[in-house]
């Protein structure tokens, strides 16, 4: 069943009593979590609604199916408004200071997949969130973790998961995401030099469609190198 049928299925269910329950209102949110964004996607869930207003009037009255109405068309764009963004640009320490943040609000899990790592004041944090707790790994290009000052076998020497690109190509993404809600990307590498001498720049976000494809790739790589 696609979302869409699963959500109309909720839906009908909530009008067999004229209100939506606690637990049915937490189910459409997590089911709109996964069309958020999608314009064309939300925009039949409207039409769905509103279909069944229409036709739920003769049954609980104007008023009531439309305060229902009301409920879902907020719920439907209730998650416009809790997403978070913000950028970020180098030279200089912004950069550098909002990735050693989002490595310390990183409460379960934090998945890193950098081109590189040799700036030794992120590794502290990644090792700091490893040692609370919180379950890390990292993808890393095969030969950048070869350079001279590179931290990846240092931190796999601390038990946190490593893997590396083994393709003849460079892995060259430089992504992290922490507790599957929020994304860290741009084209900031994490060495030194991309705070003292490049132009760089990272973003930061929680837009829960973006997180979920960065989230897939990661697991997508992650799997194929094993």
Same mark, same amino acid.
């Given at each position: 069943?696609?979302?869409?049928?699963?959500?109309?299925?909720?839906?009908?269910?909530? #009008?067999?009593?004229?209100?939506?329950?606690?637990?049915?209102?937490?189910?459409?949110?997590? #089911?709109?979590?996964?069309?958020?964004?999608?314009?064309?996607?939300?925009?039949?869930?409207?039409?769905?609604?509103?279909?069944?207003?229409?036709?739920?009037?003769?049954? &609980?009255?104007?008023?009531?199916?439309?305060?229902?109405?009301?409920?879902?068309?907020? #719920?439907?764009?209730?998650?416009?408004?809790?997403?978070?963004? /913000?950028?970020?640009? /180098?030279?200089?320490? @912004?950069? !550098?200071?909002?990735?050693?943040?989002?490595?310390? =609000?990183?409460? /379960? %899990?934090?998945?890193?997949?950098?081109?590189?790592?040799?700036?030794?004041?992120?590794? =502290?944090?990644?090792?700091?969130? +490893?040692?609370?707790?919180?379950?890390?790994?990292? &993808?890393?290009?095969?030969?950048?973790?070869?350079? !001279?000052?590179?931290?990846?076998?240092?931190?796999? @020497?601390?038990? &946190?998961?490593?893997?590396?690109?083994?393709?003849?190509?460079?892995? +060259?993404?430089?992504?992290? &995401?922490?507790?599957?809600?929020?994304?860290? @990307?741009?084209?900031?590498?994490?060495?030194?030099?991309?705070? %003292?001498? @490049?132009?760089?720049?990272?973003?930061?976000?929680?837009?829960?469609?973006?997180?979920?494809?960065?989230?897939?790739?990661?697991?997508?790589?992650?799997?194929?190198?094993?």
């Amino acid at each position: 069943m696609n979302e869409v049928h699963h959500i109309e299925q909720v839906l009908i269910d909530s #009008l067999e009593d004229f209100s939506i329950s606690r637990t049915e209102r937490k189910e459409l949110k997590e #089911l709109l979590a996964g069309i958020h964004g999608n314009v064309a996607e939300q925009a039949k869930v409207r039409q769905l609604a509103f279909r069944l207003a229409a036709k739920s009037i003769g049954e &609980i009255g104007e008023m009531a199916a439309m305060d229902w109405l009301q409920s879902i068309i907020k #719920l439907i764009y209730s998650q416009e408004a809790e997403v978070k963004s /913000s950028a970020y640009f /180098s030279p200089g320490e @912004n950069c !550098l200071h909002r990735i050693q943040q989002f490595i310390r =609000e990183a409460q /379960s %899990t934090l998945d890193i997949c950098v081109f590189t790592i040799t700036d030794n004041r992120i590794v =502290e944090k990644i090792i700091d969130a +490893h040692a609370r707790g919180v379950k890390v790994r990292i &993808i890393s290009d095969n030969d950048k973790s070869e350079d !001279l000052g590179s931290d990846f076998d240092y931190l796999a @020497n601390k038990g &946190i998961a490593c893997r590396a690109d083994r393709t003849d190509a460079h892995m +060259h993404h430089k992504f992290a &995401i922490a507790d599957d809600n929020k994304l860290l @990307n741009g084209s900031y590498n994490w060495t030194r030099s991309a705070a %003292t001498e @490049n132009n760089e720049n990272v973003t930061i976000t929680n837009h829960k469609k973006l997180v979920r494809q960065f989230q897939n790739e990661f697991l997508r790589l992650w799997s194929s190198l094993k």
